[in-house]
């Protein structure tokens, strides 16, 4: 099956082939990946571009690499069920509310520009494990050379604004910082031609306890219902952590499947995280490649219309199912 690769796509190429540091490979490697059509004619490209993009990133996790102009250049390694990094403009909060509800040591103060680096921790919901990721404001000084490729590794994007400081003006700036990077949010299609990445996102209007805030998180949640959902938390008070929790976990639109051995009860401690839209035969080549290549059918107990229900490879999981592979 033909690849039928965009133009775009040899042009992102061309660059990387030009590249002369690891930072202008990985921005034209991932714009490459980001271009390229889902079908099964690219899932050999698809994997070698993966293969050259981890590769990059491995180098900057042993150490930070120096890109161009001398800047550095970092990654944050993928743990847990997902990757969900807090972005925004100084002073809103973001560091402690990573602090809050993960207990990672990011630095907390009342001044701007206090996160320098990406300080991740992993916040517990439910039986699982979710990684958030601290950054330094969009607007500090010396990142616009490595913050993007953070930005575009991650599965969420959580927008922090302080809602005592025209809430609204916050989010559309850092839509705009987004776009100058060429990052779209499928929420909010505007000047689509022009994006290449594209990336779920969640806004967090923090300091709810403040006065005013309550009004200006109705003006909010009205200003972008039905393109983001919105939560109110309050880091300084621990208010609405919970629905935080929920809603990131909603945000990164995934399922939690648990596997079963044929006679045995599952672990329901320990769930496979997937995407939402998932198969059979995902949840088997996630378990192992021989299992998806040797599959011949399952049980599901869950979502099916009777317990232990035999199901195709091709069968939808929906969150909380058991399964049961057969080979």
Known sequence: ????????YYE??????????????IEALEEMFSIMPKHKGTDRLRAELRTKIAKFYEEAEKRPMVGRKGSLLYYVKKEGAGQAVLLGLPSTGKSRLVTTIT?????VADYPFTTQLPIPGMMEFENIQIQLVDLPAITAP?????????????????????????PITQVEATIEWLAKFRIGLPQDSRRAEEMTTWKKALIIGNKIDAEGAAEN???????????????????????????LRAGIFRALDV???????PGQKPDLTDPVVLKRGSTALDAAESVHKDFGRNLRYAQVWGSGKFDGQRVKRDYVLQDGDVIELHI
Do not use: C
């Open 255 to 261: 399922i939690r499947i648990y596997t079963k051995v």
């Open 217 to 243: 998180y109705r003006i909010l949640e009205s200003y972008y219902h039905g393109r983001f959902p919105v939560i109110s938390t309050s880091a300084q008070r621990a208010d609405g952590l919970e629905q």
């Open 1 to 8: 099956m033909p690849a039928n690769l965009p133009p775009q």
């Open 142 to 166: 010396n990142v616009s050379s490595w913050l993007p490729n953070v930005v575009r590794n991650a599965d969420l994007l959580l927008v922090v604004v302080d809602l005592t400081q025209e």
């Open 103 to 107: 207990g990672a040591s990011s630095q």
């Open 12 to 25: 992102a190429e061309k660059r990387y082939r030009l590249a002369k540091t690891p930072q202008e490979k």
